[in-house]
Structures are given as structure tokens and as C-alpha cells.
């Protein structure tokens, strides 16, 4: 078994300034839409909208306003989820209103705190009294972990205590109320996002008592007798949610074992991946080998066997769900965009415990396919649910895609997914290095600025990058003085060759792990370029994948491709991909607001001399030319409704 | 527009004995297995199964018992098809014991029977005062006609008249309730049925009257002012489901336009197929062109644009529906038994409409494929939902396929179909025939001997089949004297040639509509011999059908043909069909009861060398040869749980 080695930092926000023609317009959108809507959308001002009610909630509790509680039991995540992607913001450029706006919330927030340090206003306000009574099914832990990743965030941004402190107060009450002494409970969520969230308060204290908690929410889940029964019984066997299912069905909620014995990932997708970023950071903080080799064991199960080509996972709409191994319908698929963004926080947890490009490779993935395409050029509109194939005329009639949508939908259509977007993308900084020692990684191909310390010294690093339209990437390396370290670049598992040249010259790396290495001693100046040739790659799904068998889809450096109506009229089916035909990129600047198209002779089956006959018996189908135009999939649905197919069957 | 010529009639039950070695058994099943059993299940003395109450629920209604109603608001109706199909049998063979039980249950249902003709106990004892307040959701009518149905089928049966005199009293006291006058009712039921039902009344009684009242009932569907809407108001919008759905979805129940109006196949499979048999019967009767011109329609819609090849309709469990044109699902299929079932009623109406072997061969293809395969061999165990591709683990993972049973279920899995097979089975030998003026029709090859009355003669047919094993027919005709006649036999769409033989000499007839006329002066013991060679076809779906583009299914003769795990092993979609590969075919008399087996040159998808990737780029997939078994579909799921596939794909 691997031991852990000494783990890699991640920078913060403060010293990673992205600027880069791809990405910088996504994270713009975020402070200047997404966030400023959201805002509105917590006060409800949005006319129309149905009302959050999250922040007026809060002001009943704090005593400032009279009323009763309105919305879901995990209503004032929705606020702590703006206040981290604002901490983000802030953190990576000053905004003195926002702050202001920011800073009146915290005060609210504080208000509203309980004495002892509960903080939950559908409890509070609600069901005063009944606290701790349901973890299975209201989310109570789930709501402060929110709160606690909010309150790191931005006192991480602003060096201000006051929000810090309301969570640790939070945090320190919890941990009067579960652990292993008899006195305590012994329990955990229905839904994780606590463990993960104590880690990040455990790094922004030092306090081991937030890791220690943790940890041991971790260790509890799934053991027997089973809490979720023990505390059904105590309550009387009551439910919130109308069934007993969430009590009930153990896997729903990754509760059917002990973590270390899970094998395979099921249940809830976005519960598994916050659970398994949790367990890596523990496995890391704790150097806790056997639990690293549990993440690792439901890495791979996702990765070989349950995730979509585009970075998506969960294969069903019922209970948002993974199904079994190899089972990825295309056109009933669930494919969550939080789902793909805890998978993203799974794999840059990995990368911190063991620089791999695999991870990396998936956490690009799901990055600019799934993710990338859950959110309109626009900013306001957004999918939940991400199908690889539609059919918008069968959409509401064939009941099969009552969850699909065939367009992104106005903020509301989605309450969860948006949020975590914006938080995403406002803290994609953090994802594209790591720093181990005296080496740099680098993960993510994003243009922007660095300072890194290395040891006593520190380096300046600029990166340019063309990605995801050409695999050309620069560096420029600023040592304060001449310095010895190591940069490491990712040799993405869609490059089938790399070129590397140091200030001009050709360079031959050490490889490892998917990184190519370049140690030596930096001068100021000191440039590195990576060429990584973006040939479109014919993707194949492995033989037991029944919905890619006899299937090809095409690949372009990160980006997935797929087939629209709007480009290739209706019936997508009738295309087909003979096995050698040769494709064309180009630079459209006016389609999608400018992508790398790709077009490709194909065959499209006629239905011409077919007749009305459903069925005909030895007949030799007959196919015609057609020429397939590919887009992004992350750019799908923004013509219209129409239907889309990212695999495409090809003919030997 | 076509008009309807004269009418072709129906052979009675007692005029046509079925002795042939395929179906006999089927039949001699439904006599000594399924309809006991039922009349155990109706009485309540299955062991272990939930209680049916519905013999009890009439003994209450009869003042025999105590006690309160039970079960759903059509209870009634199992206790009408079982009596139906005792009527079937009873006509069919002599079988006092059988009648004497039968008797007896008459005298409960008359003795239930209110003084007005009204008989439904669920109202009588559990809603009374609210008869005919709601039909779009309660199937009061729908009951009504079952009674109907088995009332004419006892009374043709036996002569007897007590339980057709019940159906005339109740007939006659729902004519006083509905009608166009001002003081009726200008309703409908939700579920049709009554239609189809009192067009028999009419046939078995003569009374005009009821003819009147179905078709007042099938032009008022859909009318507006909406019917629905207009009870649901005078009844103080309550609904008996729990949801207003089945009054405000119109489509559902077909009621979402006037059905002369009504393009395409909507709704609940069952309910349309029911109204399309009254509407071809009311078409018929009344000489009505242009109702006839409708059936065409709807017929057309759903057999070249929403019927799989086995002639399974609705291609969805939600509402178990009909979704749009060229939908057809092979694993999320709905594919009710009952469904195709109705599709034959409807078939054999359109036959009697206008002779055309198009309706035949739909009838044929849902009788041998779909009606057939949702029955066990044993008569124990059915199929409600009939799928064409099936992977048993990922039924109950991934919850699109919660409807699918991966093995036939015992009796109260699916109480609907059972009875309804049965009495389908029962009548099987009104299916066979039709005679319009001198001219025997001959729809399906099933042996036996049949008595027909041509003018003032008498004619004696035996027929033996050696369907759907080999395709040779054979006819002894036994005139009374020499006679004047034409026998006219289906040439089925999957004969690719036919030859015919007249007292062993080759015959050339002539072809009209899909038969071949023999017209002669026949003498006793005239000979025809129909030769209809049973190529293995490889069919191909409609260019826009997207779930069998690509791929090939194989039909011998009537049977379309399965991959089943037993012979082929897992993973059926590895196995791949080379365009040029020659089937074999051999009866196996030990495998499934004795069948014709199709063995034919495959090829299948290697897992070897593939490893653990779950995509791969630019990978040609590797192919090792295997030999594909195949057997009839309607024999699937007989060896225990496995795989099943009826469409496999194709290699050119």
C-alpha cells in the first residue's frame, strides 16, 4: 500500500490572478452577474421569481423582523453558498461595496447565532426544540458546513474574524453534541458537506478539533446498529420528506457501510463526491493510508466505470443517482452539474495527496465539458441536468426525460446548481497549481499571474495558454534571484505527443505521473513553452459501455464534441461516422461567440424508397453523403431548441 | 373514400374447433389452469395472495352478506371477463360442472341487480347516490360493458338468457341516463369499453337501441364543452385518484378531440385500441364511411409509426401510453399484454370491415410474439409489461426500468392480463375466419374443423397447420354437394413466395388485398395445400426509428426471434451480426418445449486488451467470432433471469 507522501499546497486566491481569454469572461460573469442576481435573489427582488426568503429568515431569528420561516430545511445554505463565492471574489480582487454588502450580512448572521452557537433557522424558527432529532433527512450539518466554507472563505479573503467566528463558536457547539463519548451522539448528515467543510476550518485555525470531528463523522457512517434507525426511533419514527426512503435506503445516502468498505460509488451522486473530498483531506491531514486507498477505490470505480465522457456522473434522475457499473444511458442521464463540481473537488483533493494527471485529467474534464456547458454564455441561465443525447420532441411526451431540459433554464428552474458555479469558477485559481517542496505543478492550462514561495524565495510565474481552441502554452518564470526548483506540466491524457522547449530550445523532460518535469536552476526571464498537438481524437467507450458500443465521439484537446440540429438538421440518428474520414477543424470567431468547429464527411441513412412500412424484411439500407458539423458540447442549446448527440455510430 | 361493402361475418365458436398442435395446448391451459384458478382468485381462496372480494362484494350487493365493498372501482369487471371466458369454453365443449358454477354465479349478479337495472358494486354499496358523477376517473361504463361482453359470450354459449337479460336491464337503464336529450347525460366513460360492448348486446339481441347508444357514446368523446370539466364542476371538483390528471390530461383517456378528428394513436394504449374496435364495429353497422375513414387513420398511425415488431403498443410505463411517431424504446417499452390484445380486436374488426391481409398480418404478429409471450407455459405466470431488450442488472438500480419484470409473475402481479389472455385464448377460433357472401376468408393458420354456412349450403373445412414451425397448410373441404365457392387464404407479409396446391396440382390464383382466391366448384374431399417457405428474415426498422437504426432482428415465419442470456451469454451487446452471415435453422424438441432454434455466424466485442479506461482514443475495437443463438421471443424468460435483446446490431 502507498504511504502518503509530504503533501502539496495549494495557492491562494491572492497569489493566482487569472487572466485569460477563455476563462476571464466566465469569472467576470460570476462577480458582475451571477453574484449580484443571486443577491437580489436571497432579498427577494427578482419579480417574478418565487422568493428565496433566505435572508429574511435570518432576520426573524436575529429578532429584526416578525414571521415564520419560509422555504427547505437547507434554505440557509443558499446564503452561505453567495458569501463563499463572494469571500472568492474579494479575495481575488478588492470591492469595497461588495464587502460592505457583505460584511451587513455577517452581522446578520452573527445576530441571528443562538447563545450556545446553533445557527439554523428552519430549526430555530420552525421546530425550535427539535434539533439533532433528524439528521437522516433535514440537512442540519449539511447547513453548517456551508456556513463554515462561506465563513472560511471570506475571512480568508479580508482577514476579517467576525463570520470566522460565528462558525467556530458553530462548529465548537457541534462537537458538544457528537463524538465518540457516551454523552454524545453518535451520528452524522444524510447529506455530507460538514466533513469537508471542518477540514477547511481545521486549515483556517490550526484548531485539531475541527479535523478530529471530521473525521470521526467520517468513521461513524454506515456502522451498525444503524443511527438513522436509532434516531427514527427516538423521534418517534416520524419523516420529514413523506417516506421513510431516506431512512430507509442506505446507499441513497453512502450510509449502507462503513467508507473504508464501500467498494463501488452509489447513491446521490453529489453526496458521494463531497463525502470522498472529505475523506481525502482527512487521509492527507491525518496521513491516514488505509482511508486514502478507500478514495482511491471509489476514484476508480467512478472513472472506469461510471462516469460520462464528458466528465458527468450520476446515470439517473430517480434519486440523482449511480445506478450500476457500465450503466450510461446518454439520453436519460442525470449527469449533475454539482455532481461533476464535487468530482472536481474529489479530484483536486487527490492531486494534493498524490500528484497524478488522472485526476487532473478528470477534474479538466468535467471542468470544460459538464460544468463549462451547465451555465449560458449569459450568465443566467443554467442546466441541472446534463443528457449527452436529446430528443426535444419527445421531451414531455415520453416521460423517460421528464427531468431532461432542452434548454438552460432561468436561475430558478435550478436552485442548487448555480451558486455552485459561481463558487467554482470564482475560486478556479486554487485549482490550477499545487506546490510540493521545490516543485510546481501544474494541472489546468489557465492564463494568469503566480507568486510562489519556494522555500525562503519567491518566483514569479506567467502563464499564457490557448487553450481549448490550440495546445499552446507559455510560461514565464520570475525568480526574486536565481533559483533551483522544479516546474511540472501535465501531459494531458488527450495529447498524444507534447513538445517542450526551454527559452527556444528543445527540451527532453523526466516523466512521472503524468507530468513532465523540468528541473533546473530559474533565471529571471526564463521561458517555457508547451505545444500539445489538439488533433480531434475518435473516442470509443470500453465494450461493456452498452450505450457507446458500435459508437464514436469525437475529442478535441478538453473539449467533447457534439452534433446539433441547428448545424445538422433533424434526425441525428441518420448520421453515420465512416471509420476513416478525415476531419476539419476551424476557428469560427461567429459561431457560440467563437469555438474550434470540427466537420467530417459522414453518411446519412435516406429514408427515401423506404415506404411507410415500419418494418421490411432484407432490405440493404441506403445512405447518402452529409457533411457533420461538431460543436463544444459545452456550447450545445444555445441556438434554440434542437436535438443534440454527442456519440455518433460509425460504419467500419 | 372507400365504401364499406357488405359485411364479412364471424364464425361462431360453436362452428370452429380448434385442434392444432401448437395452439390446443395454449387453449386446453386456459380450461383446466386459468380459469379455475381465477374463479379460486375471485372467491378469495388463493393462499398467500391479497384478497380479490369480488365475488364477496356482490354477495353484500345481493343482501347475502355483510360486510363493505373492497378493492377497486372496477372490481366488478374480473368477475365478467372469468364469465366471458367460461362463456368462450362452454361454446368451445360441453362442461356442465363448469356451467353449473357459472349458473350460479348468474343468480348472485341478477340477485345483485337493482330494481332500475343498475348493477356496479362499488358505487351501490360505497358511493351510492354518486352513480354517474364520475366518469372520466371511475369506470362505471367500463364496467358495464364487461358485464355486457361476458353476458353475450355466456348467453351465445348456452342459450340461456337470465344473464343476458341482467345486460339488457342495465343497458337499457344507462340508455335512460345518457343521451343526446336534454334531460340525459351527454357523457362518456374514461375508459372505453361499453362501445365495443353493446355492439355485441346489438348483435346478440337485435335491439338497435344499443348500436344507438355506442355510437352516441364514441361521438361524444371529446366534444366541447368538455364532459370532464363539466362533471368535475357539478361534482365539486373532487377526484377519486388523488390527482386531477386523468380529468385534465385529455389525451390519456382520448378524449382530447372528437375521435373523427383524432390524427394519430394518444393516450393509454388499451383505451384507444378498445375505441378503435367499437368505432370499426360502429363503422360496419351503420355504414358509416367516414367513421371507417377515421379507423383507417388511427390503424395507420399506430402500425407504421408506434408498433413494435412483435405488435406490442405503448412505449411508455408512465400512463401506459403511446408517446409520438417512432418512439419505440426496446428497454423502457410498456408493451402491455392487454394493449396487444386490443390491437387484435381492433384487427379483427377492420376484417370485417374490409378484408386485407394488413390486418391480419398485425394480428398474426401480435398474437405469436406479444399475446403469447405473456404467458408462462405452465398458464401460472404472465407478463403485464413486455419488453424487447432486457438487462436484468440494472432493473432495480436504475429506476427507468422499475415497470420491467425480468421473469413472468405469478396471478396478482398483474391482475389485468390474465383474464384478458384468457378469454383472448378462449375465442381464439373467431379469429380465424370471416365469410362475406361465397367467399371463406382464411386470417390464421390454426387447425381444426369448421362448419360454414354458405346461402343454403353447408360446407365442412378442416385445416391443418403446421404454423409457426413450418409453413405448410393444409385444407380438406367437405361440401354438402358440390358447391360453388371461393376459398380465400392470407399470403402473410413474411412469405416471401407461396405455392398452392389443388388436389396436389400447382394452383395459380388470383391475389386481391393480400389473399389468394380459389374459386371453384368444390366436391367432397377437395384438397389445398398452402406452401409458404420460412426463410429466416432479417428485419430493419424505419430509417426514423432510432432504436433500431444500425441494427437487424430476425422473424421466422409469424415469431420474431431473441438473444437470451441461457444460450449466448452476458452482455448481448457485444454480439454483432455480419450482413452476410447465413442463419441455420433446426427444431429442438427439448429446448422451451420444442422450437425452432436459429443459430447463425456472429461476432463479438472483445474485452480482451482493452484494460480499465473507460474511453480510449483512436482505438480500433477488436471482434472474435461466436455463434448467435437464437429463439422465439415469446418463449424468453423461461430458463430464469438473463439478458435479452430481439434487436441486434449489424456489421456490413
Not at 606 to 612: A, H, K, P, V
Request: some cysteine.
Amino acid at each position: 500500500m502507498a504511504i502518503i507522501a509530504n503533501q502539496n499546497s495549494i495557492l491562494s486566491l491572492k497569489d493566482v490572478r487569472i487572466q485569460d481569454p477563455f476563462w476571464s469572461d466566465y469569472i467576470r460573469l460570476v462577480r458582475e452577474v451571477v453574484v449580484p442576481y443571486q443577491w437580489d435573489a436571497l432579498n427577494d427582488r427578482i419579480p417574478g421569481a418565487e422568493p428565496s426568503r433566505a435572508i429574511r429568515n435570518l432576520q426573524i431569528a436575529a429578532g429584526e423582523e416578525e414571521g415564520e420561516f419560509y422555504g427547505m430545511v437547507f434554505q440557509d445554505s443558499d446564503v452561505a453558498k453567495w458569501l463563499e463565492a463572494v469571500g472568492y471574489l474579494l479575495e481575488c480582487e478588492q470591492d469595497p461595496e461588495l464587502e460592505r454588502v457583505a460584511d451587513t450580512l455577517i452581522d446578520l448572521i452573527a445576530k441571528a447565532q443562538r447563545d450556545d452557537g446553533y445557527l439554523n433557522t428552519y430549526f430555530m424558527l420552525k421546530e425550535p426544540g427539535n434539533e439533532w432529532t433528524n439528521l437522516s433527512e433535514c440537512h442540519e450539518l449539511y447547513t453548517a458546513g456551508h456556513l463554515i466554507e462561506g465563513a472560511v472563505a471570506y475571512y480568508q479573503a479580508t482577514g476579517k474574524r467576525t463570520i470566522l467566528e460565528v462558525a467556530c463558536r458553530f462548529a465548537d457547539y457541534i462537537d458538544t453534541v457528537f463524538g465518540p463519548e457516551p454523552n454524545k451522539l453518535q451520528g452524522y448528515d444524510g447529506h455530507q458537506e460538514i466533513e469537508l467543510a471542518l477540514v477547511k476550518l481545521y486549515h483556517a485555525t490550526g484548531n485539531e478539533r475541527y479535523l478530529r470531528l471530521s473525521r470521526f463523522f467520517l468513521d461513524e457512517r454506515g456502522k451498525e446498529p444503524h443511527f438513522y434507525d436509532e434516531e427514527y426511533e427516538r423521534r418517534g419514527r416520524t419523516n420529514h420528506w413523506g417516506s421513510d426512503f431516506m431512512i430507509k435506503k442506505r446507499t441513497y445516502s453512502q450510509a449502507h457501510a462503513p467508507i473504508r468498505e464501500q467498494e463501488s460509488a452509489e447513491g446521490h451522486a453529489v453526496r458521494l463526491v463531497y463525502m470522498c473530498s472529505a475523506m481525502a483531506d482527512v487521509a492527507v491531514e491525518t496521513e491516514d493510508a488505509g482511508l486514502l486507498e478507500a478514495c482511491r477505490k471509489l476514484w476508480n470505480n467512478i472513472v472506469t466505470r461510471r462516469m460520462y465522457i464528458t466528465g458527468g456522473i450520476g446515470s439517473m434522475a430517480q434519486e440523482e443517482s449511480f445506478t450500476l457499473d457500465y450503466d450510461l444511458p446518454n439520453d436519460t442521464a442525470y449527469a449533475e452539474t454539482c455532481a461533476s463540481i464535487g468530482l472536481i473537488f474529489f479530484a483536486h483533493r487527490m492531486l494534493k495527496a498524490e500528484p497524478d494527471s488522472k485526476y487532473a485529467d478528470v477534474m479538466e474534464r468535467a471542468l470544460y465539458n459538464t460544468v463549462l456547458g451547465g451555465m449560458s454564455k449569459d450568465g443566467r441561465h443554467f442546466f441541472y441536468v446534463n443528457p449527452l443525447e436529446v430528443w426535444p420532441d419527445a421531451c414531455g411526451k415520453n416521460h423517460v426525460y421528464d427531468h431532461v431540459k432542452t434548454v438552460r433554464q432561468g436561475w430558478f428552474g435550478c436552485a442548487c446548481c448555480p451558486p455552485n458555479v459561481a463558487r467554482l469558477l470564482a475560486s478556479l485559481g486554487q485549482y490550477i497549481y499545487t506546490v510540493k517542496e521545490r516543485t510546481i505543478y501544474t494541472h489546468l492550462y489557465v492564463g494568469g499571474e503566480a507568486d510562489i514561495q519556494i522555500g525562503s524565495q519567491k518566483l514569479h510565474l506567467k502563464q499564457q495558454s490557448e487553450l481549448p481552441w490550440e495546445g499552446r502554452v507559455m510560461f514565464e518564470i520570475h525568480p526574486e534571484t536565481d533559483m533551483d526548483c522544479t516546474l511540472a506540466l501535465r501531459i494531458p491524457d488527450w495529447s498524444e505527443t507534447a513538445i517542450l522547449l526551454v527559452n527556444d530550445e528543445r527540451y527532453s523532460p523526466e516523466m512521472a505521473n503524468g507530468y513532465a518535469f523540468i528541473r533546473r536552476t530559474w533565471k529571471p526571464g526564463d521561458r517555457v513553452e508547451l505545444v500539445l498537438p489538439m488533433n480531434v481524437l475518435r473516442m470509443k467507450g470500453h465494450p461493456l459501455l452498452r450505450d457507446t458500443v458500435g459508437k464514436v465521439a469525437l475529442q478535441r484537446g478538453p473539449l467533447v464534441y457534439c452534433l446539433e440540429e441547428a448545424d445538422n438538421g433533424k434526425n441525428l440518428h441518420r448520421l453515420f461516422l465512416p471509420a476513416n474520414s478525415q476531419p476539419q477543424t476551424s476557428f469560427e470567431p461567429d459561431t457560440l461567440g467563437g469555438v474550434q468547429v470540427i466537420q467530417i464527411e459522414a453518411e446519412r441513412l435516406s429514408t427515401d424508397e423506404w415506404g411507410e412500412e415500419l418494418y421490411r424484411r432484407n432490405t440493404d439500407k441506403i445512405y447518402g453523403p452529409a457533411l457533420a458539423t461538431f460543436i463544444p458540447y459545452y456550447a450545445w442549446a444555445n441556438r434554440g431548441e434542437g436535438e443534440m448527440t454527442v456519440w455518433v455510430k460509425e460504419r467500419p
